[in-house]
């Protein structure tokens, strides 16, 4: 059973940083892809960051492109995405997935696990 648990949402000024980090556990995760989407009230879940388990490689959303940085730590089952230059527009709930493969992730349907989300709320 896989389990993903994220943390470190909060309350920010815009131009301020966070640092999400998504916890991974119930299997080995050496072919999964991991991803963090986002969800603002009133608007469909979004994507906006995904990287390979075994790479380095990442791919992001034209939104937060040069202000995020996705990142794992392979020894701690652990994905991170440092957010930097927030707006208020990034305000929304951020949720952690997992699927194995590097196929379409960028589309929610894709992933076939799911943390249960992480409050942002970015003043201005």
């Known amino acids: 059973q896989v389990q993903l648990v994220e943390s470190g949402g909060g309350l920010v000024q815009a131009g301020g940083s966070l640092r999400l980090t998504c916890a991974a556990s119930?299997?080995?995760?050496?072919?999964?892809?991991m991803g963090w989407f986002r969800q603002a009230p009133g608007k469909e879940r979004e994507f906006v960051a995904a990287?390979?388990?075994?790479?380095?490689?990442?791919t992001y959303a034209d939104s937060v492109k040069g202000r995020f940085t996705i990142s794992r730590d392979n020894a701690k089952n652990t994905v991170y995405l440092q957010m930097n230059s927030l707006k208020p527009e990034d305000t929304a709930v951020y949720y952690c997935?997992?699927?194995?493969?590097?196929?379409?992730?960028?589309?929610?349907?894709?992933?076939?696990?799911w943390g249960q989300g992480t409050q942002v709320t970015v003043s201005s």
């Open positions: 119930g299997r080995t995760f050496t072919t999964y892809t």
């Open positions: 997935a997992a699927r194995e493969g590097w196929i379409q992730v960028r589309a929610t349907t894709a992933y076939d696990h």
């Open positions: 990287i390979p388990w075994s790479s380095d490689s990442a």
